[in-house]
């Protein structure tokens, strides 16, 4: 068992959400979801938490009600190798959300995400401060990560 699991708290829509990141990722599966009874407080039958694994990863989503929402101090990175990973990602999590710079963007539920191709973390490495800054001043100017246009920047 996992001894630290990311809890999301959801108004009305965990059961729903983690359906659509168990779509979105491969080696990912819904493990259990407890519903409301008679008690509530949520109308009976709806899911009041659902716990899900994405690529090996436990979380627990709540259906908690409105008091609370996702704000981006919060947000998980996606590790992308390929063009072709970081694109995939990137539509399928930004599908009804909001993209924003430098690889972020919010799902449909409010949730943040990072897709970063993992060649961004070498190419920022660089011991040229030259070459890093240009990596830099490139991503600043980007929505979703190109790796080709990283790599040119890097290497001007």
């Known amino acids: 068992m996992q001894k630290i699991n990311p809890f999301l708290w959801f108004n ?7 359906n659509f990141y ?20 949520g109308p009976k039958g709806t899911a009041m938490c659902v716990t899900f694994e994405l690529e090996g990863q ?6 908690g009600g409105p008091l609370f929402s996702f704000t981006e101090a919060i947000s998980f990175f ?3 190798e390929t063009q072709q990973e970081v694109d995939y990602f990137w539509d399928k ?5 909001t993209p924003s710079r430098c690889g972020w963007l919010k799902d449909k539920f ?3 995400w990072q897709i970063v191709p993992t060649i961004l973390g070498r190419l920022m490495a ?8 240009r990596v830099m001043q490139a991503m600043l100017q980007m929505n979703r990560l190109d790796i080709e246009k990283l790599r040119q920047a890097h290497g001007r």
Do not use: I
């Open 110 to 112: 409010g949730l943040s």
């Open 22 to 41: 168990v779509s979105v990722f491969k080696n990912s599966k819904v493990v259990s979801v407890s519903r409301f009874g008679d008690a509530g407080p």
């Open 12 to 18: 009305n829509q965990a059961e729903e959400a983690a």
């Open 58 to 63: 436990t979380f627990m989503a709540l259906n």
């Open 93 to 97: 999590l930004c599908e009804g959300g």
């Open 126 to 133: 660089d011991p040229d401060p030259e070459k890093s800054k």
């Open 78 to 80: 996606v590790n992308c």
